[in-house]
């Protein structure tokens, strides 16, 4: 059973910077492409980020491009979102995702090429 577990969430303020976590118990982790969705109330859930399970490919949304910054580390078996430059509307539950298939150069943005997820970290940005 692989289980996801997400940190780092919190109350700030518009322009303030976050890192959230996600550590992974899976031993295999590291074949793995992961991401980053969110969800906010009322909203469908979006894609945020991800990376593939070399860290040589990564995406992201376009509302977050140059402000967020996925990475992993295999040794630990965490994937992180540096978010910077917050604002309001990335309010949200945020959740890290497994991917369903393994060692893909191209990691997918669909949320349905991803098996395991977390319980969410929740994501408030003040204005």
């Known amino acids: 059973q692989v289980q996801l577990i997400e940190s780092g969430g919190g109350l700030v303020q518009a322009g303030d910077s976050l890192r959230l976590s996600c550590a992974a118990s899976?031993?295999?982790?590291?074949?793995?492409?992961m991401a980053w969705f969110r969800q906010a109330p009322g909203r469908e859930r979006e894609f945020v980020a991800t990376?593939?399970?070399?860290?040589?490919?990564?995406r992201y949304a376009d509302s977050v491009k140059g402000r967020f910054t996925i990475s992993r580390d295999n040794a630990k078996n965490t994937v992180y979102l540096q978010m910077n430059s917050l604002k309001p509307e990335d309010s949200a539950d945020y959740y890290c995702?497994?991917?369903?298939?393994?060692?893909?150069?191209?990691?997918?943005?669909?949320?349905?090429?991803?098996?395991?997820w977390g319980q969410g970290t929740q994501v408030t940005v003040s204005s």
């Open positions: 899976e031993r295999t982790w590291g074949n793995y492409a």
């Open positions: 990376i593939n399970w070399r860290g040589s490919s990564i």
């Open positions: 995702a497994r991917s369903t298939g393994s060692f893909a150069l191209v990691p997918s943005m669909r949320s349905s090429d991803y098996s395991y």
